[in-house]
């Protein structure tokens, strides 16, 4: 379940970015979108760490230059599959997702995330 969560969030960021305008702005919300897929799906980080690419990498420019979205997703997969852990007892897609029954911990855990992406922390 986890690793095909990972896969088609990561297939959905390669054809936004490859099909959107190339802006810093655009990346930063298509990372925000492909954060929210793994969140929608029950997928967080363990001990409330931040998701990122790996170091040195810059996850738009890796999907623009990648030769398919299946060679950006098999260089990418396993590194997020690595960081994300499954939260909850769901273990399918029938679920739904509500920022007002999250821990405050979790709360300002995202909040943080999505601010640390769009200020520039969270891409490289």
């Known amino acids: ?4 969560v990972v896969e088609k969030g990561l297939e959905v960021y390669y054809y936004a970015i490859c099909l959107s305008p ?7 919300c298509t990372w925000g979108m492909l954060l929210g897929i793994w969140r929608v799906a029950g997928l ?3 001990e409330g760490g931040l998701i990122q690419p790996p170091s040195g990498k810059q996850l ?7 030769e398919s979205v299946g060679a950006f997703v098999g ?9 994300l852990v499954a939260r909850g ?3 399918d897609f ?3 997702f509500d920022f007002d029954e999250l821990s405050d911990k979790d709360r300002v855990g ?3 995330e999505v601010c640390g992406v769009l200020e520039g922390r969270g891409e490289g």
């Open 1 to 4: 379940y986890k690793r095909t």
């Open 22 to 28: 190339l802006t810093r702005g655009g990346a930063a």
């Open 44 to 46: 967080w980080t363990g």
């Open 60 to 66: 738009d420019w890796e999907a623009i230059l990648a």
């Open 75 to 83: 260089e990418f997969a396993q590194h997020f599959d690595d960081l």
């Open 89 to 91: 007892e769901e273990a």
């Open 94 to 96: 029938d679920f739904e």
């Open 110 to 112: 995202l909040i943080n």
